[in-house]
């Protein structure tokens, strides 16, 4: 041990030793030496106005110009000061820009029945109207009241019917789509069919999409405005029932236009089309880009595991699932992910409450960069307009009651007819955009140094090296004091190799 640290002795003695020999090699110029220094730094800078300072005899000329240096400096200081001052708000500016295209890319639509469920399948079976408002808790929040008597039917019923698949009882015996519930389909004057429609599971049960991103039609693009997708829905309120205890008291069908790559959203965005109606929806196609932070809120390194393209639906919907499968074992067949799926029993014990848990601790949030689902840096949203007329006139009512073998009453109470159509073929981009780029700053601050002090880098490069050297004097001088203090005295030197080693210096 005590020969570690002798050694340790021995080798900080000889780096100093060494440190001793440089500085003899590298004495300190004179007081002449230095003066001339700064005095040549002084008339050779390209800093304005120093030189006059130094070269002017007149005192009244110099005290002058130091005073229009000084002041100038201290403008410069100030307007620097305030542009990075600026910079580091991180402004932004917003611009609109409208383009004109031949074809334009039709969304993706999903159609919903208000009555979501067989009225045969659900008239024995009336506790499944409970059981899917507890199951679609996950979609979107809502109150349960646990002392009413469904929720206490639904409990028992849980509990002795677990192997029960609530999934496969909605695809079986909610609503359906096929020739009879859907009469007529039409895309830009071409016959489409329930085969084109996608199956997907919403809070309104089964539903279904039109141009879905993952069929093998998707991308459809229309040429003309005006022409789109022409729809007649049948919403049979007879095969199809309700309980409107939980709100559900219309008729008819409820839509959502989004883009094909995103999953629908119904909560608080879709449109009503009520029987005995033709709605005709025109639609124009909205791109909004948002900057990353600290300029914008959106995060362009988060992805999403189960979807193509990041959405805050999606986002909101995995981050659910990721906090259900960590406290329960399992995945809500609602939402996405690779799990056991949860059974009944665990809906009213631990998804329920793992639900409201997220929403008190506010665990998937929506909306800036830290939030666990910030803004897309890249959204397409779809603005609708909608208008209405009676379905269908006196003549057309006649012709269809006589075509479908069905009551005037029938066709009144139960058809449906949707128009979808660009208004226009283009497309508005609104773009954040930074209000000041790093190359406006540079140049901005390049143009405050020459405005005021006739400066550019390569005055700031003269300045650096002159109060490096000056700095590197400095280090010498004490430590060459340092040395004498340690009575260490340098080898002697003559005049002529000290005159030598200031030159180099």
């Keep these: 041990m005590e020969q570690t640290e002798k050694s340790k002795v021995y080798a900080e003695n000889g780096l100093l030793e060494k440190i001793k020999l440089c500085l003899s090699k590298k004495p300190l110029p004179s007081p002449t030496e230095r003066k001339k220094f700064d005095h040549d730094f002084a008339i050779s800078t390209s800093f304005h106005g120093i030189h006059n300072i130094v070269q002017n005899r007149s005192k009244i000329r110099r005290v002058l110009w130091l005073v229009v240096v000084l002041g100038s400096v201290s403008l410069v200081t100030w307007q620097i000061y305030i542009r990075l001052l600026n910079y580091f708000t991180w402004p932004t500016t917003t611009s609109i820009e409208v383009q004109y295209v031949e074809k334009m890319e039709f969304p993706a639509v999903t159609f919903c029945n208000l009555n979501r469920f067989q009225t045969d399948a659900v008239a024995k079976f009336g506790v499944i109207f409970f059981l899917w408002h507890i199951v679609s808790k996950v979609l979107h929040l809502q109150k349960i009241t646990a002392n009413s008597t469904g929720s206490r039917e639904a409990t028992d019923f ?7 698949s609530i999934a496969e009882f909605i695809r079986n015996k909610g609503f359906y789509l096929n020739n009879s519930t859907l009469l007529a389909c039409e895309f830009f004057g071409k016959p489409c069919s329930p085969k084109d429609f996608a199956h997907v599971f919403t809070e309104y049960g089964n539903c279904f999409t039109f141009n879905h991103g993952e069929t093998l039609q998707a991308k459809r693009k229309v040429s003309v405005s005006g022409r789109g997708l022409n729809l007649l829905f049948n919403v049979n309120q007879e095969a199809f029932t309700d309980n409107p205890a939980l709100g559900f008291v219309d008729a008819g069908i409820i839509f959502v236009i989004h883009s094909p790559k995103k999953v629908p959203q119904f909560d608080g965005l879709g449109l009503l089309s009520p029987v005995g109606m ?4 025109t639609i124009r196609q909205v791109k909004t880009v948002h900057q990353e932070y600290p300029w914008g809120e959106c995060n362009p390194n988060i992805k999403l595991q189960n979807f193509s393209s990041y959405s805050t639906s999606g986002c909101l ?7 259900i499968k960590k406290q329960c074992g399992c995945v ?11 059974d009944l029993q665990k809906y009213f014990s631990c998804v329920s409450p793992v639900l409201d848990h997220i929403e008190f601790k506010d665990l998937c949030t929506v909306g800036t960069h830290n939030s666990s689902c910030p803004v897309s840096c890249e959204e397409i949203e779809y603005p609708a307009t909608i208008s209405y007329s009676s379905f269908p006139s006196q003549k057309a009512l006649k012709y269809l009651s006589k075509k479908l073998n069905q009551s005037r009453k029938y066709i009144r109470e139960n058809l449906v007819k949707i128009e979808i159509n660009y208004s226009d073929l283009n497309y508005k981009i609104t773009q954040q955009q930074k209000a000041v780029s790093v190359s406006e700053l540079l140049a901005d601050l390049g143009g405050q140094l020459g405005l005021f002090c006739g400066a550019s880098l390569i005055t700031i490069i003269e300045i650096i090296e002159y109060l490096f050297t000056n700095f590197y004097w400095i280090c010498i001088f004490f430590l060459l004091k340092i040395s004498e203090m340690t009575q260490w005295t340098p080898p002697p030197q003559n005049h002529l190799g000290n005159k030598n080693r200031i030159e180099e210096c």
């Design 158 to 164: 849980a509990a002795s019917h677990q192997n029960f």
């Design 278 to 281: 033709h709605a005709r929806v």
């Design 317 to 323: 919907k995995e981050c659910k699932a990721q906090h």
């Design 332 to 342: 809500p067949f609602l939402l996405p992910g690779y799990g056991i799926e949860c």
